[in-house]
C-alpha cells in the first residue's frame, strides 16, 4: 500500500504550489492526515495537519500562506502553498493514519515524499 503524493516541483520565490496526497481506493482504513516536510541534516517537522478533533495546526513559519484541505471521504489531503519562500525548500511527506477497530491501534504511515524546490 502506498500514499499517493504529488505536486511538488520548481518555483520562484512568491510562486505557488499545490501539493496532493491521496490513499489508495484499495484500503478504506487509511485516512490522510496532512504534510511534514525533511532537509538534509535536519529532523522531519509538521508543515499542516489535520487534529483527531478535526481541525487543522499549522507550523508558525506557513501560517497565512499555506492551507491544508481534505475531501468529504477523508481520501485525500491537499496543501495549498501561496507566496513560497526559499526557506520553504524540502522533501514534503505526506502523513496518514490506518485506523484500527480500536483506537490505540491506529497506526502511523508516510508517503513517499515530494521535492518542493523553490528559486530566489
Known amino acids: 500500500v502506498q500514499l499517493q503524493a504529488s505536486g511538488g516541483g520548481l518555483v520562484q520565490a512568491g510562486g505557488s504550489l499545490r501539493l496532493s496526497c491521496a490513499a489508495p481506493g484499495s484500503d478504506a482504513r487509511l485516512e490522510p492526515m496532512g504534510w511534514y516536510r525533511q532537509t538534509p541534516g535536519k529532523e522531519r517537522e509538521l508543515v499542516a495537519i489535520f487534529t483527531e478533533s478535526g481541525g487543522t495546526d499549522y507550523s508558525d513559519s506557513v501560517k497565512g500562506r499555506f492551507f491544508i484541505s481534505r475531501d468529504g471521504a477523508k481520501e485525500s489531503v491537499y496543501l495549498q502553498m501561496n507566496d513560497l519562500k526559499p526557506e520553504d525548500t524540502a522533501v514534503y511527506y505526506c502523513?496518514?493514519?490506518?485506523?484500527?477497530?480500536?483506537?490505540?491501534?491506529?497506526?502511523?504511515?508516510w508517503g513517499q515524499g515530494t521535492q518542493v524546490t523553490v528559486s530566489s
Open positions: 502523513k496518514a493514519v490506518r485506523r484500527a477497530l480500536n483506537p490505540k491501534y491506529d497506526r502511523d504511515l
